[in-house]
């Protein structure tokens, strides 16, 4: 357990069999108030593991008073539904997870023509088909995992916290900053031992969002913040993490220029960029690279050094002269 000023940040770490290695979580005790930030996964090791901790703070379910949520992957709100059928108490989170959150089927329906169309013009062909079949079972599939209780939008302050709003992996992400103590918690934006994906999405209206270039902005904001310590969704604690976060930013030059390199040789497509590479994982880890290939081909257009044309309904990327 860490104390700050007047409050205390107690982690609830639950390991887990897979490169992000832990599923962590936050307990934050304030004067009457015990506010769970995110809420691991929907399995019994993250129940139990919450009960621990609770207990070992002589804490039960019934103190925590409201449940933040950082963004609205599954492995960040998995226990809401178990929390608040015991005790109905607050949920907040940014006001784009909402519809994500309570598995809007209109939303979702309109998520997966997005994907649809999205790969077309990227080229992709069959791996595409196949992902779009997947996305639309999926959609009839979801409802059960919908949060049940009324979420609410957070402002711009929370508790002690400035809420940081920090797209790029999700588009409802947001951060909880400490200004006095320079601590954040910040959800998946900024991992130890991995770096964070920047996930295509289409925003509400169905637009794709530049997500690599959001997620570049995010982290360069947190950069300027001097922040002294950061507690992450997934790993190890990070101290002062201006080292990492720079070498996330050349991580993404580096790819980037990489990128340029194959357009230069002359291939054109993303389907085609995205073979050559990361060849096999476009066909095990699809839509992960897809997200990586259209996210660095958009920052790379956005810099302008490359351009576009569609022939034929798909995209082909050149250099710019
Ligand atoms: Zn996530």
């Known amino acids: 357990m860490k104390e700050q000023g007047d409050y205390q940040i107690i982690p609830i770490i639950v390991d887990v069999p897979t490169n992000l290695k832990t599923i962590n979580f936050y307990l934050i005790k304030?004067?009457?108030?015990?506010?769970?930030?995110?809420?691991?996964l929907d399995t019994d090791d993250c129940w139990y593991a919450l009960h621990r901790t609770l207990s070992e703070n002589n804490f039960s379910l019934?103190?925590?008073?409201?449940?933040?949520?950082?963004?609205?992957?599954?492995?960040?709100?998995g226990l809401v539904n178990r929390i608040t059928s015991l005790?109905?108490?607050?949920?907040?989170?940014?006001?784009?997870?909402?519809?994500?959150?309570?598995?809007?089927?209109?939303?979702?329906?309109?998520?997966?023509?997005?994907?649809?169309?999205?790969?077309?013009?990227?080229?992709c062909g069959d791996a595409g088909d196949k992902q779009v079949?997947?996305?639309?079972?999926?959609?009839?599939?979801?409802?059960?995992?919908?949060?049940?209780?009324e979420i609410a939008p957070i402002g711009s302050s929370h508790l002690r916290f400035k809420i940081m709003h920090v797209p790029g992996h999700a588009p409802d992400h947001i951060a909880l900053y400490d200004?006095?103590?320079?601590?954040?918690?910040?959800?998946?934006?900024?991992?130890?031992?991995?770096?964070?994906?920047?996930?295509?999405?289409p925003d509400i209206s169905g637009h794709r969002m530049p997500t690599l270039i959001q997620?570049?902005?995010?982290?360069?904001?947190?950069?300027?913040l001097s922040v002294n310590l950061v507690y992450p969704g997934h790993g190890i604690l990070i101290d002062e993490p201006e080292r990492l976060i720079k070498a996330r930013l050349a991580s993404i030059e580096r790819k980037a220029a990489r990128l340029k390199d194959l357009i230069q040789d002359g291939i054109s497509t993303g389907a085609e960029l995205a073979k050559h590479y990361y060849k096999n994982l476009y066909d095990t880890q699809f839509s992960l690279v897809m997200s990586e290939i259209i996210g660095h081909l958009d920052y790379l257009e956005n810099e302008k050094q490359i351009n576009r044309v569609k022939i034929d309904g798909i995209w082909h990327y050149r250099i710019n002269n």
């Open 215 to 224: 997620h570049k902005q995010s982290i360069e904001g947190i950069l300027a």
């Open 133 to 149: 079949s997947y996305l639309r079972k999926a959609v009839l599939k979801g409802s059960k995992n919908a949060i049940h209780s």
């Open 179 to 201: 200004e006095t103590d320079h601590i954040l918690i910040s959800g998946d934006v900024l991992l130890h031992h991995i770096s964070s994906n920047a996930l295509i999405e």
């Open 62 to 77: 019934q103190d925590i008073t409201e449940i933040v949520l950082t963004h609205n992957h599954g492995d960040h709100v």
């Open 87 to 123: 005790q109905p108490i607050p949920i907040y989170a940014h006001k784009d997870a909402i519809p994500r959150l309570k598995r809007d089927n209109s939303f979702f329906e309109m998520r997966v023509d997005f994907f649809a169309e999205l790969y077309k013009e990227m080229g």
């Open 30 to 40: 304030r004067n009457h108030s015990l506010v769970l930030v995110d809420a691991g």
